[in-house]
Nanobody, 126 residues
Framework: QVQLVESGGGLVQAGGSLRLSCAAS????????MGWFRQAPGKEREFVGA????????YYADSMKGRFTISRDTAKNTVYLQMNSLKPEDTAVYYCAADRHSALRTIAQASEYDYWGQGTQVTVSS
């Protein structure tokens, strides 16, 4: 089992930045990947990006490229989501998720992830 705890959300003005953290504990696997998703009220859960644990390869939704960056700290068992140039439409609950057997074909699909954190609220004001 894997436990995930997100932190770092809050209120920020448009154009500002936030750094979210996701601390992971429990067993990991050779193809383990960590993903970030977000969900705004009344909308479907949306893929933000992901990182493979072993090599640190990153993947992003097209709309996130250039603004959001995912990284990891293996010593702390933690992944990060750096969000820059935030817009009001980025307002959502952001979730960290873990996939035991990631594949590029399905890396953006929320249904493929096995474990989820509780989420952290990000609110971007105008």
């Amino acid at each position: 089992q894997v436990q995930l705890v997100e932190s770092g959300g809050g209120l920020v003005q448009a154009g500002g930045s936030l750094r979210l953290s996701c601390a992971a504990s429990g067993r990991t696997f050779s193809r383990y990947a960590m993903g970030w998703f977000r969900q705004a009220p009344g909308k479907e859960r949306e893929f933000v990006g992901a990182i493979t644990w072993s090599a640190g390869n990153t993947y992003y939704a097209d709309s996130m490229k250039g603004r959001f960056t995912i990284s990891r700290d293996t010593a702390k068992n933690t992944v990060y989501l750096q969000m820059n140039s935030l817009k009001p439409e980025d307002t959502a609950v952001y979730y960290c998720a873990a996939d035991r057997h990631s594949a590029l074909r399905t890396i953006a699909q929320a249904s493929e992830y096995d474990y989820w954190g509780q989420g952290t609220q990000v609110t971007v004001s105008s």
